[in-house]
């Protein structure tokens, strides 16, 4: 299986195995109940399960793809993302944001209950799965970033960004399905980077009406492209360019990421599978729209999701075994 690595990825795989250690923050939550001798947890991840619903079908149907026990965990740790974002879009500040999160923080550590129901889902799936608290730590150092920087220089910058808030998520999805040693760890990477490199280029109206600005500057102005372009929402050769080369990116990403689902518990690789080849067709509906990402917002309705299924799972299927080099025993981590 051979990896191909560029020199941007280097730091963002030492964050990664620099966490892979770290250990996860264990919460008493194995004898939960209340006074009915319903265990609470069950509302908990029925309560995330709501919220999954609520906000994101495609990242929903993918969690369909597993079985219910992995399913329930995903919809948790989605819970626990969105609960974090939502903190530290209340706050004013850097500090502010630091300090809710520390509480958040606190919540997690402690013994949450019902009343609690994210943190009481989460904590639950973070011990029952031994997610590293490092991943924990680096995503939220990530959201935290929106806060003080709204503008990239370079896609350097951008990925270690798209890092702290994806490929970080995706290392924890990776503990919850079960993974061949750590060789799977540099492939999540890039599915993230990719993910999220997808999610900027469909909400770049959005984001930008948000004062946000996810572009690599230095990459507008080499197809002399300014924020004045960005602000008229001018569809014209220099943009349509810009976007084919992002475009371009994305999809290499997405094709190096594919040969790690191999690396995967079978019982997540449809659900991956899924999730990356669904977020690579939203890539397909900004080409069909001429590049115009201001005046809509690209997407993949239920049937254009649907139909995709067994083609994927076919693919998926003839993914092939992971070699014995791939089969980094001390990292072992299957579920």
């Known amino acids: 299986m051979e990896l191909h690595t560029t020199s941007w990825e280097y730091p963002l795989l030492a964050q990664a195995f620099e966490a892979l250690d770290t250990g996860a923050m264990l919460s008493p939550t194995a004898h939960i109940s209340g006074a009915s001798g319903r265990d609470e947890r069950q509302d908990a991840y029925d309560y995330c399960a709501r919220i999954v619903r609520a906000n994101s079908r495609t990242f929903d149907l993918a969690a369909h793809l597993m079985p219910s026990e992995k399913r329930r965990a995903i919809h948790a740790l989605y819970a626990f993302c969105r609960a974090t974002d939502d903190l530290v879009d209340k706050a004013a500040s850097t500090s502010e944001a630091t300090r809710l999160q520390a509480s958040w923080q606190e919540r997690l550590q402690g013994c949450p209950n019902a009343y609690d129901p994210v943190a009481l889902a989460w904590a639950d799936t973070q011990a029952r799965y031994q997610i590293p608290h490092g991943y924990v730590a680096q995503l939220m150092k990530g959201i935290t970033r929106d806060l003080y920087q709204q503008r990239y220089a370079t896609f350097v910058e951008l990925a270690e960004y798209c ?84 475009i371009a990116r994305a999809r290499r990403l997405y094709q190096e990421a594919e040969p790690g689902i191999a ?20 890539l397909e509906d900004i080409e069909a729209h001429d590049y115009d990402i201001f005046s809509r917002r690209a997407h993949i309705g239920l049937f254009g999701k649907l139909r995709r299924l067994p083609g994927i799972w076919w693919r998926g299927a003839h993914l092939g075994q992971p070699s014995l080099t791939d089969l980094d025993q001390p990292a072992l981590r299957v579920r």
């Open 263 to 282: 690396l995967l518990h079978p019982e997540g690789r449809f659900a991956i599978a899924a999730a990356s080849s669904l977020y690579r067709a939203i």
């Open 163 to 246: 890092y702290g808030v994806a490929s970080t998520v995706g290392l924890m999805v990776m503990h919850i399905i079960g993974f061949y040693g750590a060789a799977a760890l540099p492939y999540a990477v890039k599915l993230g980077i990719a993910l999220q490199l997808t999610n900027i280029l469909r909400d770049v109206g959005d984001d930008w009406r948000a004062g946000r600005l996810y572009l690599p500057l230095d990459e507008l102005a080499q197809f002399h492209l300014s924020e004045d372009d960005i602000a008229a929402g001018r569809v014209d050769d220099h943009w349509r360019a810009f976007m084919r080369y992002q």
